[in-house]
Structure formats: C-alpha cells, structure tokens
C-alpha cells in the first residue's frame, strides 16, 4: 500500500477493463468497483466523504464512480501526490456505439439500445438499480434513455473538464487510448515502470 494512489477518471467503455488488468498484474491492489457504484446517492449531492473513504481501502480505482464527472477534483483534494489516467476512445462516435451495444448484449437481451425496463430489470444492489445511476448521471427523458447528442455531449464535456482541470500539472494526468501500442510507452513511463510487452490486454471487447 505504499504506491502513490492511481485513478482512472476515464468513462465506462473506454478500455478502462483493460487498464485494471493491467494494474493488477503491476501489483496494484484494485478498489471494490460496486462498493462505489453504491454511492450514487451522495455523489449527486456532491458528498464525497464516503469516496474518499472507500478510496483509503486499496490503491487503484476506476469506472464509478471514479469516472463521475466532479469526482476527480475531490479525489486530487483529498489526496495530494495521486496520478490519474483518462482513457479515451478513437472518437466520441465510438464511444457512443460501443456502450450501447455493450449495455444491450448485457441487459436488453441483444437490443441496441436497451429501453428503460431493461434497466430497471437489470441486477444490482437493489432493484431498479443501474436505472437509478443512469437517470442521476444523464440528462435524458425516460423515453430516450440513450439519445445520441446528449450523451456525446456528456463524453466530450467530461474529457474536456478533465484536461482543463490538469492543464498546467502535465505530470499529474496522462490521457490515454489502450488501443495504441505507443500510449503502453507512455503508460509505463508515467508509473515509472518497465516495459515488458507491447501493449495492453484487450479486455470486455464489446
């Protein structure tokens, strides 16, 4: 537990599965990623205390809620020195595709997007779940769950508040794609790690 914290802010389907992969192989004990789904609830009101808390249990986090718009700023807040990672996609169209086919193999039973039924049929902690987070992270009616302009709208702006929040610590943020083997250089040098394969594993390929 002696190694810096690491945080991927990176949204959901932008390789973040791969990356764990990887920071478990360099010997980086993962958070409990569903622990922190839980805390939907004090997220939207921008209660971070019990993040933080769970962020004391382990030295590596991603997708939710460490991907959560906000998030990052308290997590840098809260522990000073922590490096943090946005995985990005080829472009905000792909990202777009592959979560909605993701989710629909997942929960829609092969129906691109799945509709809000699928949602709140879908397991989680409690019933009605992963329809709960979807509704507090996205400002979408109910009967377009998955419309396009919204959610590119919620990639982009992300990314952006990301960067923007980082753009004078370049030492502190790497932005990365886990497709590009020349992104693995530049991985490995951020953690200050040797290079011993080419690239990263390909994991949850949608």
């Given at each position: 537990?002696?190694?810096?914290?690491?945080?991927?802010?990176?949204?959901n389907?932008?390789?973040?599965?791969s990356?764990?992969?990887?920071?478990?192989?360099l010997?980086?004990?993962?958070?409990?990623e569903?622990?922190g789904?839980?805390?939907?609830?004090?997220w939207?009101h921008r209660?971070?205390?019990?993040i933080?808390r769970?962020?004391?249990?382990?030295?590596?986090?991603?997708d939710?809620?460490?991907s959560?718009?906000?998030?990052f700023?308290?997590?840098d807040?809260?522990?000073?020195?922590?490096?943090f990672?946005?995985?990005?996609?080829?472009?905000?169209?792909?990202?777009?595709?592959s979560?909605?086919?993701f989710l629909?193999?997942?929960w829609?039973?092969?129906?691109?997007p799945?509709?809000?039924e699928?949602?709140?049929?879908?397991p989680g902690?409690?019933?009605?779940?992963?329809f709960?987070?979807?509704?507090?992270?996205?400002?979408?009616?109910?009967?377009d769950?998955f419309?396009?302009?919204?959610?590119?709208?919620?990639?982009?702006?992300?990314?952006?508040?990301?960067?923007?929040y980082?753009?004078?610590?370049?030492?502190?943020l790497?932005v990365?794609?886990v497709k590009?083997?020349?992104?693995?250089?530049?991985?490995?040098?951020?953690?200050?790690?040797?290079?011993d394969?080419?690239?990263?594993?390909?994991?949850?390929?949608?």
């Open positions: 537990m002696n190694k810096p914290k690491v945080f991927c802010v990176g949204l389907k932008t390789g973040t599965t990356l764990e992969k990887e920071m478990l192989r010997d980086y004990v993962v958070g409990d569903m622990k789904k839980a805390l939907i609830d004090p939207a209660d971070f205390r019990p933080i769970l962020c004391r249990t382990a030295q590596f986090f991603q939710a809620p460490f959560w718009p906000y998030t700023v308290a997590l807040q809260a522990f000073p020195g922590s490096k990672m946005l995985t990005v996609r080829d472009s905000e169209e792909a990202w777009y595709h979560l909605i086919r629909g193999q997942k829609g039973n092969g129906k691109v799945p509709d809000a699928d949602l709140k049929a879908a902690p409690y019933p009605g779940f992963r709960h987070v979807h509704m507090m992270l996205q400002q979408v009616p109910e009967s769950l419309n396009k302009d919204v959610l590119l709208d919620f990639y982009r702006t992300h990314n952006n508040l990301v960067r923007d980082f753009r004078h610590r370049p030492s502190d790497l990365l794609n590009r083997d020349r992104d693995y250089v530049r991985f490995c040098e951020f953690l200050g790690v040797v290079q394969r080419a690239g990263f594993p390909w994991e949850n390929k949608t």
